[in-house]
């Protein structure tokens, strides 16, 4: 379904390992555009726009949500997937699926749920949006979840422990034998990371929570600036930023390109196979891009992601998602209807371990303003309903 020709090794619909569950092949589109578009059309897709990045959702309309992030390393993914011969369908498709399985209120909301799961398994976002995908979405007569094939699964699974790759069939042999996933998902994981860091440093500045002087202490943010500054001196600071941020990318995506296409050349797989039973992965970065993206990540830990203001709602955030699970690990007549009925089937299977894995599910698909709200009724005396 592509007009032009991908690498032998690139992911190839014809060559997928196929679906959970049998379907015929669909017409007029190749599988992985088939993924994509479930994807799209899935009730988490939705839920993103309401999910925090960094800021939460109601502190301002135009700072990124999981949503916009989502779509930033999708078309980040197609540009390098593009340049390398690789499959876009199948890179975009992985880019819009990666955080379907994320809480509400950022990393702080993973953090937390994984520390109130810690006695039940614990929580990690990946592994739940490979369970949003398999399990949790309902839409189709014939399957639960979305039916997704083996290469976009294989693509949200960024990470695993041993023990729960143990559980998860085909898309958990990887890590049990240290094989590495297609080269989509690589460039993927790749895209994700220069989005956020890219965007965070947007919203940062935006934000005011740190300043163009505070960034230029950082040597690459610093040469970007002068090279706009000396070109467009009189550039309003807005659009400043801006142009900056869009070279901040532009950098880190032309030096992924061409060192992946050096090291193509250098280790020479033939079949997608080559790629999966090579010792590391081959998509990467150059030495000097490398250590330049760290000492940003360093930089924005330290000065956005710790700032007083983004802790204080981190701190909020925790404390009422912890309290949510508690009240409802106390009583599950506290939930939805359609939720008790699954911790009580969960719960005959696996105890009490299964119902904080039910709970953890309805937790996670919160968005930010539904926590808030779902809090609110449980623990103010004001809302009764």
Do not use: W
Request: with cysteine.
């Amino acid at each position: 379904m592509h007009g032009r020709l991908l690498a032998s090794y690139a992911a190839l619909d014809e060559t997928s390992h196929g679906r959970r569950h049998s379907e015929k092949s669909p017409a007029y589109r190749g599988e992985f555009q088939r993924d994509r578009d479930r994807i799209i059309h899935s009730t988490a897709f939705r839920r993103l726009e309401y999910k925090t990045q960094v800021f939460v959702n109601h502190e301002g309309d135009l700072f990124r949500t999981r949503l916009t992030h989502s779509i930033e390393v999708a078309q980040i993914s197609r540009t390098i997937a593009r340049s390398l011969d690789l499959n876009e369908d199948l890179s975009e498709t992985i880019g819009l699926a990666h955080d379907l399985g994320h809480t509400p209120f950022g990393h702080a909301g993973q953090d937390i749920l994984n520390e109130c799961m810690h006695d039940y398994g614990g929580f990690e976002h990946n592994l739940q949006s490979l369970r949003v995908v398999d399990e949790l979405e309902e839409k189709y007569a014939q399957f639960p979840g979305l039916n997704l094939t083996f290469e976009s699964r294989e693509g949200i699974l960024k990470h695993c422990a041993i023990k729960n790759a143990k559980l998860l069939g085909d898309v958990g042999e990887r890590f049990i034998n240290k094989h590495q996933p297609s080269l989509e998902a690589q460039l993927t994981n790749l895209a994700d990371e220069i989005a956020y860091n890219s965007h965070d440093v947007d919203d940062g500045l935006r934000s005011g929570l740190i300043s163009l002087q505070q960034l230029r202490e950082v040597e690459f943010f610093n040469r970007l600036y002068e090279e706009v500054d000396e070109k467009y001196a009189d550039l309003p600071d807005r659009r400043k930023i801006y142009e900056i941020v869009r070279r901040l990318i532009s950098y880190q995506v032309i030096d992924l390109i061409e060192t992946s296409k050096a090291r193509i050349e250098s280790v020479k797989p033939e079949t997608i196979e080559d790629v999966r039973h090579h010792s590391e992965a081959i998509i990467s970065y150059s030495d000097a891009m490398r250590e330049q993206n760290l000492v940003i990540k360093r930089f924005l830990r330290e000065n956005l992601y710790m700032h007083y203001r983004v802790r204080r709602m981190s701190a909020k955030s925790a404390r009422m998602i912890k309290e949510l699970f508690s009240a409802f690990m106390q009583d599950v007549l506290l939930l939805p209807p359609e939720y008790q009925e699954r911790v009580k089937q969960q719960r005959s299977e696996a105890g009490e371990s299964g119902q904080a894995r039910i709970i953890a599910d309805y937790i996670a698909g919160m968005t930010d303003r539904y926590a808030m709200a779902e809090h609110g009724k449980l623990f103010d005396p004001k809302q009764l309903t």
